[in-house]
């Protein structure tokens, strides 16, 4: 079974950083992607960023465009996002999830997903 598993959570203050990391397991779908989403209290859950495991292709989404990077170590089997500047806004659960054939960044498209990982970033 495919699962999922999120760290490096927690409370950060405006302008510092955090490094989530999503350990992957149970699959071996060689054009599989996986992406970060986020949900924050009475709002939508929304993608942050995705990154396909087989060329690297990877989406931002405009909110955080210039201040969180995605990376992949396919050899672990762990997608990273660094957030960098962080903002009030940014707070949230935050969860990974993968899709067996890499398409569109979005939380319908996603096959699994993890149980998530609090980000609160005070002012």
């Known amino acids: 079974e495919v699962q999922l598993v999120e760290s490096g959570g927690g409370l950060v203050q405006a302008g510092g950083s955090l490094r989530l990391s999503c350990a992957a397991s149970g699959f071996t779908f060689a054009d599989s992607a996986i992406g970060w989403f986020r949900q924050a209290p009475g709002k939508e859950r929304e993608a942050v960023s995705c990154?396909?495991?087989?060329?690297?292709?990877?989406y931002i989404a405009d909110s955080v465009k210039g201040r969180f990077t995605i990376s992949s170590d396919n050899a672990k089997n762990t997608v990273y996002l660094q957030m960098n500047s962080l903002k009030p806004e940014d707070t949230a659960v935050y969860y990974c999830?993968?899709?067996?054939?890499?398409?569109?960044?979005?939380?319908?498209?996603?096959?699994?997903w993890g149980k998530g990982t609090p980000v609160t970033v005070s002012s």
């Open positions: 990154i396909s495991r087989s060329d690297g292709h990877t």
């Open positions: 999830a993968l899709t067996v054939v890499a398409g569109a960044c979005y939380p319908g498209g996603m096959d699994y």
